[in-house]
């Protein structure tokens, strides 16, 4: 039998990170603080066998600082800013060995306040986290980050678009709605694993990735190098939905790599999985004003969004958060601030919807009390208002190629809305792809077809394939002709990242760049880049917030036992703008992935932080969905449209979910403010609906 | 996370298992199906020295129905349990508990002694069956003993076995006319209960036993007295709930806290004495959460 077309992954002949291994390899652990917040007095590394080598604070304090959007990470932490901060690591000849000599460290704490909510992190007299954590110089395409000197602000993003006083002064209607969301867990299969390896003062990394370039740029300034002489190779990741974004394990790896003169390799487990790198939770108050007619005039948006111990990309989701919360909307007069706050917790970064998810659950069930105010349809309040081709966003940009009202009108269509709302609920949402941002790529000629140079990083989502496709498109030959080797910095040009649901659509332009060069200059070889120029002022939030628009819609349907308040999700369908579908199958599996994730944040999952340690960090008191939990008509489509060009689709179907399902609940009466939705939050909103006599429909 | 040599010993029969129990006592780490323990061991919550599987002990995975009586060997896999046509048949509540326990991979491989050692109190099987008079039997080199349920099962992981005994099996009285098991979930389908009722009707006994609430399955004789003979109506169902409810001293867990959890044993255990009134229609496949006969797989 031929095993023509037999997925590697099925197989297991796919080679992830977690299988790289170097000649002499050593491996690491690490030693972690208990404490959320601890001066490191000392680390007695006395008992650990002789065998091992020992990463000491000693050994890293003429490193420099690293950290994509703020310089505020060291390779190890002193002092401990959560429980699970890596204060020591170990290597040793094998991983058990390593991990029982990492028991044997001892560290001399000296515990200090410490603080486990953003809201409360901002307040006066909070337990302050980093003192002088300077803005990072490094991340070429980084956001402008506007920390708050002497507080635990380590961004802070607003838009002023009109003058929100003077539009509330017009409004008829207003409502003011405070949201939460918890923080969750990207819980991929393949843990973190990297494996890093010296030779001549140059270093080499093989790490699963989503950002070989960033890694290597603050690699490069840790350890004081030319970025030429730091080498990341990404193999593909066992999934990653943002977990595996900027440092994470690579910094340590390789500090200790540097001491033991020999390749260390970390695979983390899957308790450490939940103190390396989640979702963040925000606080989200929304005041919204219309006028009778329903008709926006004012929108107000305060985010309190908890990046945890180290900032990360925190500034760049608390952004995103801000003006996703805006919605898909002509709204002439806006306002919003959205602060990036330290907390004790473990880092928040980025998470596949990248802070859409916070708002639009904020913005989208308040967008129904307003309805119910005003007394008309949810579906005809927004249509209403939707942003439409031509019409200026918030951010003062105008919009292109908007699709809004087909992704919502197809969202309610799917499950009867205009026949009977009862029981059913909608979410349209806006989401931008990381602006500004450049891709390159090359193409080159080989013996049976092509070989494409790309740092489009793969994690399943099939990025290897869609290059496949558009390249076999544009090369008039077949898939299978079309070699893509793993991201390797040394050989693929520059690329920003594979995030924000933006490789296919810019690497693709490229690769078409790419195919003309190869084209029209006989060497063999082709080079294609595309530069996409804006970005957001962040202190008045005008500018261009993204090159290209992320457009989609969600629809729910419920049924709730009120006597113990758990839901069941008969319907849920989601609808979203793929422009030009490029691999219909990855593009219908990405939709498919976007909501199972939803369902799990809109329901079940909830990182439990208590007193900062993580109580749940594992998949048995963590709760994921299960094939088992997915509605009976679970459905949904890739809106197209002729001549369109390619749109990123990867994220988009995940951040309307909650919102949906949480207006089906408000159809019934049942006001649900904060994520998940437990079936205690929906049996209190019983409660509520009962003592405020509202009525059901 | 284990670190240095593990011992696995793995005895082809039951007198050299119980040989070896009772030589290295709470030494050694049982193995059943391992669904638990590895957790346990993957968290690094436990670094046992030594295991001492019984996966190759002969005889422990037989389910037989004898007398009117069932018997579930120590080994049987949660599937075996569900998929048994004597279980299914005779003892329907129970094939449906096992039935509901986290996924197909799990009940694959997770046995009926592993669940009722472990003590855990989220776990199915326990209340059904506690609610069913089960006893288990409980053997070491010099003898056998029997216990029930609510002996087996003293607090948190913890059980009367003793340091010299295993648990060899599980013995079923003959089935009341009608017995049904009630798994709420507050969480996913694949979650562990966030309350758990069995109840049965044995002539003119109730009998009702509330899991997943407390660190052991919760009954409280006194009130099943008081509904002796009684139809199970509305009204009873509801005052036995109520009762249930207020005597339970709820835990709380990530599946609910400790208010919500006396709320849903009110509501669960009504639901619970009023399907006991109803009769299954003969073959019909039981909604999840219901009573009765499981459909086929």
């Not at chain 1, 003058?163 to 405070?178: H, K």
């Not at chain 1, 900032?311 to 909307?329: Q, S, W």
């Not at chain 2, 009998?207 to 009954?219: H, I, K, N």
Request: aromatic letters at 4%; glycine letters at 10%; proline letters at 6%.
């Amino acid at each position: 039998m031929i095993a023509v077309g037999v997925d590697p992954r099925v197989t297991g002949a796919q080679r992830y990170s977690v299988d790289v291994e170097r000649e002499g390899m050593l491996h690491a652990a690490f030693v972690r603080s208990p404490h959320a917040h601890a001066e490191v007095r000392e680390v007695d590394a006395s008992a650990v066998p002789a065998e091992c080598v020992v990463l000491v604070p000693e050994d890293v304090a003429g490193l420099g600082p690293c950290g994509c959007q703020a310089r505020d990470q060291h390779v190890l932490a002193g002092p401990a800013r959560y429980a699970g901060d890596v204060v020591a690591a170990v290597a040793a000849p094998t991983r058990e060995a390593a991990r029982a000599a990492a028991r044997l460290v001892e560290v001399d704490y000296e515990e200090r306040p410490a603080v486990f909510d953003a809201v409360a992190a901002v307040a006066p007299g909070a337990p302050l986290l980093h003192a002088d954590a300077a803005a990072s110089a490094q991340d070429a395409v980084s956001i402008g980050v506007r920390p708050l000197a002497g507080t635990n602000v380590c961004h802070r993003f607003q838009i002023h678009h009109g003058d929100v006083a003077a539009g509330f002064a017009e409004a008829d209607v207003v409502v003011e709605e405070a949201f939460r969301t918890a923080g969750a867990a990207h819980a991929p299969m393949e843990p973190h694993a990297a494996l890093a390896e010296w030779e001549d003062g140059r270093l080499t990394v093989w790490t699963g990735t989503q950002t070989p370039f960033n890694t290597r740029t603050d690699l490069a300034g840790l350890f004081g190098l030319a970025e030429e002489d730091v080498r990341i190779v990404a193999p593909p990741m066992g999934g990653s939905f943002g977990a595996k974004t900027f440092v994470r394990t690579e910094a340590v790896v390789a500090a200790l790599a540097r001491k033991a003169g020999r390749p260390v390799k970390v695979v983390l487990d899957r308790t450490e999985e939940f103190v390396t790198l989640n979702r963040h939770p925000a606080t989200i108050r929304v005041r919204i004003g219309a006028r009778r007619d329903g008709t926006l005039v004012a929108k107000e948006l305060d985010c309190w969004v908890d990046t945890g111990a180290y900032a990360d990309c925190g500034p760049g989701v608390a952004t995103k958060l801000g003006y996703a919360g805006v919605g898909p909307y002509r709204i002439p007069h806006v306002r919003v601030d959205s602060l990036a706050v330290y907390t004790n917790l473990p880092p928040n970064g980025a998470y596949r919807g990248y802070g859409a998810m916070q708002s639009v659950w904020a913005s989208e069930r308040t967008m129904d009390v307003l309805a119910d105010r005003l007394g008309v349809s949810p579906l005809e309040l927004r249509r209403r208002n939707l942003l439409h081709d031509g019409d200026r966003f918030a951010t003062g940009e105008v919009m292109h190629d908007v699709q809004f009202e087909r992704c919502l009108q197809a969202a309610a269509d799917a499950v009867g809305y205009e026949d009977d709302p009862r029981g059913k609920g909608l979410c349209v949402l806006l989401k931008g792809m990381q602006t500004p941002s450049r891709a390159a790529i090359v193409v080159e000629r080989t013996p049976v077809g092509f070989l494409l140079r790309s740092a489009g990083c793969e994690m399943g989502q099939g990025v290897r394939q869609s290059l496949r496709l558009q390249g076999a498109a544009l090369l008039d030959c077949e898939p299978g002709q079309i070699e893509v080797p793993d991201p390797d910095t040394d050989t693929t040009p520059y690329d920003t990242r594979t995030t924000s649901s933006r490789t296919t659509h810019m690497m693709g332009r490229a690769l078409a760049e790419a195919v003309a060069d190869l084209r029209s200059n006989g060497a063999g070889r082709g080079f294609g880049e595309i530069v996409n120029e804006g970005g957001l002022d962040p202190d008045t939030g005008q500018g261009v917030a993204s090159t290209h628009w992320h457009q989609g819609a969600a629809a729910a349907r419920v049924a709730v036992d009120e006597e113990t308040g758990k839901v069941t999700i008969r319907d849920l369908h989601a609808a979203v703008y793929a422009g030009r579908v490029v691999h219909r199958e990855g593009a219908e599996l990405q939709n498919e992935g976007s909501m199972v994730m939803g369902l799990g944040t809109a329901m079940f999952e909830a990182l439990d932080v208590g007193e900062g340690q993580i109580a749940n960090a594992n998949l048995s008191d963590y709760n994921l969905p299960a094939l088992g939990d997915l509605p009976a008509r679970f459905t949904h489509e890739l809106v197209e449209r002729e001549g369109a060009e390619v749109h990123g689709l990867g994220e988009t179907a995940l951040p309307p979910v909650p919102a949906a399902i949480g207006n089906a609940l408000y159809s019934l009466g049942l006001d649900v403010r904060e994520l998940p939705i437990t079936a205690e939050r929906v049996l209190d909103a019983v409660d509520g609906r009962e003592g405020a006599g509202k009525a059901a429909a | 996370m284990s670190t240095g040599p593990v011992s696995w010993e793995a005895p082809a029969t039951l007198d050299e298992a119980l040989a070896l129990r009772a030589r290295h006592g709470d030494e050694a780490t049982v193995v059943a199906g391992g669904t638990f323990l590895g957790i346990l061991l993957n968290q690094g919550f436990i670094r046992p020295v030594r295991l001492l599987s019984l996966g190759r002990v002969a005889g422990l995975r037989e389910i037989e129905v004898a007398g009117g009586e069932l018997r579930l060997g120590a080994m049987a896999t949660h599937r075996n349990v569900e998929r048994h046509p004597g279980v299914r048949e005779g003892w329907p509540a129970i094939a449906h508990a096992f039935s509901v326990v986290a996924s197909r991979r799990v009940r694959n491989q997770a046995t009926v002694g592993g669940v009722l050692a472990d003590a855990d109190y989220a776990s199915d099987p326990p209340a059904v069956l506690a609610a069913h008079d089960a006893r288990v039997v409980l053997r070491s080199p010099a003898a056998e003993r029997e216990v029930r349920i609510s002996e087996l099962i003293r607090g948190y992981y913890e059980t009367c076995i003793a340091s010299e005994e295993l648990l060899v099996g599980v013995r079923v009285p003959p089935a009341p006319q009608r017995a049904v098991y009630r798994k709420f979930r507050s969480r996913s389908r694949e979650d562990r209960p966030c309350v758990a009722v069995a109840a049965a009707r044995a002539g003119d006994e109730l009998r009702v036993v509330v899991g997943a609430v407390a660190q052991t399955p919760q009954a409280f004789p006194e009130v099943c007295a008081a509904a002796a003979g009684r139809r199970p109506d509305r009204a009873l169902a509801e005052e036995v709930g109520r009762r249930y409810a207020e005597r339970i001293e709820p835990l709380a867990d990530a599946r609910g806290s400790a208010a919500y959890r006396r709320r849903v044993t009110a509501v669960e255990v009504r639901r619970a004495v009023e399907a006991l009134a109803e009769e299954a229609p003969d073959g019909a496949r039981a909604a999840d959460g219901r009573a009765g006969r499981e459909g086929r797989p």
